[in-house]
């Protein structure tokens, strides 16, 4: 983010604009450059679906868009998708609960991440598939294998960088906090969770996307 508030400055500043004007030219150019990557993207699908000449190989971006039409409007596609929604969302919140109390926990107490620190380390070296087995016997072939899973894959990107963040605050919020006389709670509130939060946002998208690609 502020590699990008740089760049709008120097262009603001070369091209004799304004700020507003340098955002609003950035997300011009953006929208431009997504569009030529978008096409070529299509050109090349649709140059590698006329090589192959199979729609079982590879359909031509045509047929796939007509397809996810009439699939967006089926009654059963909708539902497997609330579905699958539905798992990754309590898999997620269940992620996002245990990596920020561990996170906050882990970062502030030294004593706290030597005891938890080998047994989370030692578990987050074991391949997603391998627990597969273990999820069926421990909870059947319901929603419970695919929650875990998901809860699993996004818990380690929430506490690793919620652990990033509360290490990175420096000591004088902390007794500058105390000197106005905040307690333990005041701290926690309005020092730790704030200064923590951009970590935090990125340990929860790289657990939101781990989670959809651990969806089976």
């Known amino acids: ?11 603001a500043e070369s091209r004799g604009m304004s700020r507003e004007d340098a955002r609003r030219h950035a997300r011009r150019k953006q929208i431009v450059c997504n569009i ?14 006329t090589a192959y000449k199979s729609d079982l190989l590879l359909p031509p971006p045509w047929k796939t868009a007509k397809a996810f039409f009439f699939a967006v409007h ?20 269940i992620a996002l609960c245990a990596g920020m109390c561990l996170g906050f926990l ?16 030692t578990v987050r070296q074991v391949p997603i598939m391998a627990w597969v087995p273990l999820t069926i016997v421990w909870f059947g072939l319901g929603d419970g294998p695919t929650v875990f899973l998901i809860a699993m894959v996004g818990v380690f990107p929430i506490l690793l960088n919620t652990i990033a963040g509360v290490q990175s605050i420096s000591a004088d919020y902390y007794n500058a906090a105390r000197t106005m006389g905040a307690g333990p709670w005041s701290i926690f509130k309005d020092v730790m969770v704030p200064a923590a939060m951009p970590d935090i946002l990125t340990g929860m998208r790289l657990a939101l996307s781990a989670g959809w690609m651990s969806v089976i």
């Open 1 to 11: 983010m502020e590699e990008i508030e740089r760049e709008i400055r120097l262009s």
């Open 36 to 49: 030529i990557t978008f096409a070529t993207v299509v050109l090349i699908w649709q140059l590698a679906a």
């Open 74 to 93: 089926d009654p059963d596609t909708l539902k497997n998708l609330l579905l699958t929604l539905q798992r990754v969302t309590v898999g997620f919140g």
């Open 106 to 121: 882990m970062g502030y107490s030294k004593t706290a991440m030597q005891l938890i620190d080998p047994v989370l380390g």
